[in-house]
């Protein structure tokens, strides 16, 4: 498997937050995406809550040393809080809430069952086997109530926690995109071209170039 | 120089009209709509009484319906065009970020199902004022001439009763209205009038798909575009900022809320936007105005005729949610044919990394694309054409969640393996099809027990591919996947399940018994009801269906002229 590396070293998109790539009404979204803290729960209860957060960690696994780590569970309670819908669902899902709520419960349920705690106390190992068979379409106890597994986790837990977390600059600055761009857009669009208010990319050897540029992406 | 999003109410939320909020409370009022090309002004509205039989009421404001209420109001027809979406002003409404932007997309209920259940929501479905076209791609393409003729030339689907040479008369009138953008010469079709504005200098993603194409012996274009490539009146060129299919801030690309409905209103035509219709009403068998809520409750409007422009889901949804007792199954459904033959089009991906740096956000998404398998109908080797049908496929630039649900949904990875997979973002490119899939009874628009916000019982929409949609998929699949490895493309997959478009649910014929409307888009049952939207195609094509609805709602305009004269 591939791992995570620390790719586009010193580079913060936020950095740009006061420059020509953002308008005012991007900042005024940001801003209210960002004010979402780790704890901001509306839609979740407590036994919901432990779930979700432990969910989200093995979805979309963030470094363990990451001071301030993306509030993946709040984002998706924030999504479910102001009812923010996809504008579908498939005949064999409950709507978006219900669903989470039950998908949920279904999954600490079957954690009781299998390895005799709460999901959110099992191991990152049995964590993930659980997941795993959910992706199958394996876990179909009474506790799913029809509902099945298979679609929850890709249509819901899929969907819904790996989009929150690409919508947090966090997430922007590990990938390097170039983020919010209006009314500035981009003027560099060849091959290994970038614009300075781009990311640079860490070339090996080279990381403290990629890292001085990096600096400059908000000048 | 005006810099839209600098200055004054764009840049400094302070300056906002207070309780100015577009989603909740209508815009278009009191004698007054929105100047979406100006920060903070107006243009005047001539507005109607629900009393007042207008000659038109048209339902939606998108291709199709927009078009044609600013044709018919140029020609001197009393018109309201009602939307259930906001009248969003781009200049300050709209964030250059993927979540907040799906405010442009239909995203009330809808129930899935069928083999091949759609996925909704977003690339296929808008609500506000100006429709789909305030977030589609801007691909702006004419159909292949023997399309309009499938069944008889062929061999496959339905003929259209339209005759291509008169529709292209129509698409130089649309592409003259957006001022296109496009190359000099375009490979495909017949003979055209040269493109209004200079193509689009093309991006890495667009230079992948060229060196493919040339690897694999096919033809190859700079994308026509219905986004400026020089100024335009108030409209800047696009400054590639690439966020085009969430709602372009600039006003660069040409959608319908920024070309023909401020002319409709120059000419007279009412906008109400958050205005949801909900029935249709009829005595006598001839429409007599639209029922509607906005502003808290229900109303009606009274019109001489009535148009249903709201794409190939809720056009249908409208039209069996009016049944009454005159009309028990439906309006304009005596052929039972209101909802069926729904065709979206193929949208399959394949995606590879590359060494190069390709930054593939950067631009409109598809600055590139090749028609070939559009008018090659034989092949040869190993992709001998074994469908009817065609496909182009173009380049593309999704931003970070599509990217990423993507990977996630179509690629299978998460946890450490998606996080890892999402840092080579800048390393890939893609090409997706948009192909054309056979009209089929069974793929359809029905009513669900399900109930909206309104009361109104939603649509499901049930699909399924048949062994020729297959076949096609497979071919593109298999031609794309050759043509990425040969541009250098490596770890090449394919993203087997996606679709574009919405079409086919209210056909257009030269008989009663076969088709909902005729060929000037008016129903053979009730004689002062239209349809004008992507709804009337009896065929898909391969290219995006875009300007051929807004070629066919001109061609409608006029022929509702003619009839008046």
């Given at each position: 498997?591939?791992?995570?590396?620390?790719?586009?070293?010193g580079?913060?998109v936020l950095?740009?937050?006061?420059?020509?790539?953002?308008n005012?009404?991007?900042?005024?979204v940001?801003?209210?995406?960002?004010?979402?803290?780790?704890?901001?729960?509306?839609?979740?209860?407590?036994?919901e809550?432990?779930?979700?957060?432990?969910?989200?960690?093995?979805?979309?696994?963030?470094?363990?040393?990451?001071?301030?780590?993306?509030?993946?569970?709040?984002?998706?309670?924030?999504?479910?809080?102001?009812?923010?819908?996809d504008?579908?669902?498939?005949?064999?899902?409950?709507?978006?809430?219900?669903?989470?709520?039950?998908?949920?419960?279904?999954?600490?349920?079957?954690?009781?069952?299998?390895?005799?705690?709460?999901?959110h106390?099992?191991?990152?190992?049995?964590?993930?086997?659980?997941?795993?068979?959910?992706?199958?379409?394996?876990?179909?106890?009474?506790?799913?109530?029809?509902?099945?597994?298979?679609?929850?986790?890709?249509?819901?837990?899929?969907?819904?926690?790996?989009?929150?977390?690409?919508?947090?600059?966090t997430a922007w600055?590990?990938?390097?995109?170039?983020?919010?761009?209006?009314?500035?857009?981009?003027?560099?669009?060849?091959?290994?071209?970038?614009?300075?208010?781009?990311?640079a990319?860490?070339?090996?050897?080279?990381?403290?170039?990629?890292?001085?540029?990096?600096?400059?992406?908000?000048? | 120089?005006?810099i839209?999003g600098?200055?004054?109410?764009?840049?400094?939320?302070?300056?906002?009209?207070?309780?100015?909020?577009?989603?909740?409370?209508?815009?278009?009022?009191?004698?007054?709509?929105?100047?979406?090309?100006?920060?903070?002004?107006?243009?005047?509205?001539?507005?109607?009484?629900?009393?007042?039989?207008?000659?038109?009421?048209?339902?939606?404001?998108?291709?199709?319906g927009?078009?044609?209420a600013?044709r018919?109001?140029?020609?001197?027809?009393?018109?309201?065009?009602?939307?259930?979406?906001?009248?969003?002003?781009p200049?300050?409404?709209?964030?250059?970020?993927?979540?907040?932007?799906?405010?442009?997309?239909?995203t009330?209920?809808?129930?899935?199902?069928?083999?091949?259940?759609?996925?909704?929501?977003?690339n296929?479905?808008?609500?506000?004022?100006?429709?789909?076209?305030?977030?589609?791609?801007?691909v702006?393409?004419?159909?292949?001439?023997?399309?309009?003729?499938?069944?008889?030339?062929?061999?496959?689907?339905?003929?259209?009763?339209?005759?291509?040479?008169?529709?292209?008369?129509?698409?130089?009138?649309?592409?003259?209205?957006?001022?296109?953008s496009?190359?000099?010469?375009?490979?495909?079709?017949?003979?055209?009038?040269?493109?209004?504005?200079?193509?689009?200098?093309?991006?890495?993603?667009?230079?992948?798909?060229?060196?493919?194409?040339?690897?694999?012996?096919?033809?190859?274009t700079?994308?026509?575009?219905?986004?400026?490539?020089?100024?335009h009146g108030?409209?800047?060129?696009?400054?590639?900022?690439?966020?085009?299919?969430?709602?372009?801030?600039?006003?660069?690309?040409?959608?319908?809320?920024?070309?023909?409905?401020?002319?409709?209103?120059?000419?007279?035509?009412?906008?109400?936007?958050?205005?949801?219709?909900?029935?249709?009403?009829?005595?006598?068998?001839?429409?007599?105005?639209?029922?509607?809520?906005?502003?808290?409750?229900?109303?009606?409007?009274?019109?001489?005729?009535?148009?249903?422009?709201?794409?190939?889901?809720?056009?249908?949804?409208?039209?069996?949610?009016?049944?009454?007792?005159?009309?028990p199954?439906?309006?304009?459904?005596s052929?039972?044919?209101?909802?069926?033959?729904l065709?979206?089009?193929?949208?399959?991906?394949?995606?590879?990394?590359?060494?190069?740096?390709?930054?593939?956000y950067k631009?409109?998404?598809?600055?590139?694309?090749?028609?070939?398998?559009?008018?090659?109908?034989?092949g040869?080797?190993p992709?001998?054409?074994?469908?009817?049908?065609?496909?182009?496929?173009?380049?593309?630039?999704?931003?970070?969640?599509?990217?990423?649900?993507?990977?996630?949904?179509?690629?299978?990875?998460?946890?450490?393996?998606?996080?890892?997979?999402?840092?080579?973002?800048?390393?890939?490119?893609?090409?997706?099809?948009?192909?054309?899939?056979?009209?089929?009874?069974?793929?359809?628009v029905?009513?669900?027990?399900?109930?909206?916000?309104?009361?109104?019982p939603?649509?499901?929409?049930?699909?399924?591919?048949?062994?020729?949609?297959?076949?096609?998929?497979?071919?593109?699949?298999?031609?794309?996947?050759?043509?990425?490895s040969?541009?250098?493309?490596?770890?090449?997959?394919?993203?087997?399940?996606?679709?574009?478009h919405?079409?086919?649910?209210?056909?257009?014929?030269?008989?009663?018994?076969?088709?909902?409307v005729?060929?000037?888009c008016?129903?053979?049952d009730?004689?002062?009801?239209?349809?004008?939207?992507?709804?009337?195609?009896?065929?898909?094509?391969g290219?995006?269906p875009s300007?051929?609805?807004q070629?066919?709602?001109?061609?409608?305009?006029?022929?509702?002229?003619?009839?008046?004269?």
């Amino acid at each position: 498997m591939r791992s995570r590396l620390d790719l586009y070293p010193g580079y913060d998109v936020l950095a740009k937050r006061d420059g020509p790539s953002w308008n005012a009404k991007t900042r005024e979204v940001l801003e209210e995406r960002l004010a979402i803290g780790p704890e901001t729960r509306r839609f979740f209860n407590d036994i919901e809550w432990s779930t979700m957060t432990a969910l989200a960690e093995r979805i979309v696994p963030q470094p363990a040393d990451r001071g301030d780590p993306v509030p993946v569970a709040a984002l998706v309670d924030h999504k479910l809080a102001t009812d923010t819908r996809d504008g579908y669902r498939n005949a064999e899902l409950p709507e978006e809430r219900d669903a989470w709520r039950l998908g949920l419960r279904a999954l600490d349920s079957e954690a009781r069952a299998r390895f005799g705690a709460r999901f959110h106390e099992l191991g990152a190992w049995a964590q993930d086997e659980l997941l795993k068979l959910a992706e199958k379409g394996d876990l179909t106890g009474a506790v799913w109530e029809g509902m099945p597994s298979k679609l929850f986790f890709h249509q819901r837990i899929l969907a819904d926690v790996v989009k929150a977390y690409y919508a947090h600059p966090t997430a922007w600055n590990e990938i390097g995109w170039g983020g919010p761009a209006s009314p500035r857009g981009y003027v560099r669009m060849d091959f290994d071209r970038r614009d300075p208010w781009e990311a640079a990319e860490a070339k090996p050897g080279r990381e403290d170039e990629a890292y001085q540029e990096n600096l400059r992406v908000g000048r | 120089m005006r810099i839209p999003g600098l200055g004054n109410a764009a840049d400094n939320p302070k300056h906002a009209t207070p309780g100015d909020d577009p989603e909740h409370h209508p815009r278009a009022r009191d004698g007054r709509a929105p100047n979406v090309m100006r920060i903070g002004e107006w243009v005047p509205m001539r507005q109607h009484r629900d009393e007042e039989e207008v000659d038109f009421a048209i339902v939606g404001t998108g291709a199709g319906g927009g078009t044609l209420a600013c044709r018919l109001a140029e020609g001197g027809l009393s018109v309201v065009a009602f939307d259930a979406g906001p009248y969003f002003r781009p200049l300050e409404d709209f964030a250059s970020d993927e979540s907040h932007q799906s405010k442009l997309y239909w995203t009330d209920e809808r129930i899935v199902d069928g083999e091949n259940p759609l996925q909704m929501g977003s690339n296929n479905s808008g609500k506000a004022v100006g429709g789909s076209t305030v977030h589609y791609a801007m691909v702006a393409l004419r159909f292949r001439p023997e399309w309009f003729k499938a069944r008889t030339l062929m061999g496959y689907g339905a003929d259209w009763p339209l005759d291509w040479r008169e529709m292209w008369r129509y698409y130089d009138q649309v592409e003259d209205d957006l001022k296109i953008s496009g190359p000099v010469n375009y490979p495909w079709g017949p003979h055209r009038r040269r493109y209004h504005r200079r193509a689009h200098e093309i991006n890495a993603a667009a230079k992948v798909l060229a060196r493919g194409a040339e690897a694999m012996g096919i033809g190859w274009t700079p994308t026509p575009l219905a986004t400026v490539s020089a100024p335009h009146g108030d409209a800047p060129p696009c400054v590639y900022r690439g966020f085009c299919t969430l709602g372009c801030s600039t006003n660069a690309k040409q959608s319908v809320l920024v070309s023909y409905l401020p002319r409709a209103l120059k000419a007279g035509a009412e906008i109400r936007d958050l205005a949801m219709v909900g029935r249709i009403e009829t005595r006598n068998g001839r429409a007599t105005g639209v029922h509607y809520f906005r502003e808290g409750r229900w109303r009606f409007q009274r019109a001489k005729n009535v148009v249903v422009a709201g794409y190939a889901i809720e056009t249908p949804r409208l039209l069996l949610n009016s049944a009454n007792q005159e009309f028990p199954d439906g309006l304009a459904n005596s052929s039972g044919l209101v909802g069926k033959n729904l065709m979206v089009q193929g949208n399959q991906a394949v995606w590879g990394v590359f060494d190069e740096e390709i930054r593939s956000y950067k631009g409109p998404p598809s600055l590139a694309i090749s028609e070939h398998w559009n008018y090659d109908d034989k092949g040869h080797g190993p992709f001998t054409k074994d469908f009817f049908g065609g496909y182009s496929y173009m380049s593309q630039g999704p931003l970070p969640q599509l990217w990423a649900n993507t990977q996630a949904s179509a690629h299978g990875l998460w946890g450490e393996a998606l996080v890892a997979e999402m840092q080579r973002y800048n390393h890939v490119a893609g090409l997706k099809v948009v192909s054309e899939y056979m009209p089929q009874e069974r793929n359809r628009v029905t009513l669900a027990d399900v109930k909206d916000q309104y009361g109104l019982p939603v649509a499901r929409i049930t699909y399924s591919w048949c062994d020729n949609d297959k076949a096609l998929n497979r071919h593109a699949l298999k031609f794309m996947r050759e043509a990425l490895s040969a541009a250098g493309g490596r770890e090449v997959w394919d993203q087997v399940d996606d679709t574009c478009h919405l079409n086919g649910t209210a056909r257009m014929g030269d008989d009663p018994r076969s088709s909902v409307v005729d060929a000037d888009c008016r129903s053979w049952d009730i004689p002062n009801l239209y349809v004008c939207d992507g709804s009337v195609f009896p065929t898909v094509g391969g290219v995006n269906p875009s300007l051929t609805i807004q070629a066919v709602a001109l061609r409608t305009a006029d022929r509702i002229l003619a009839r008046r004269r």
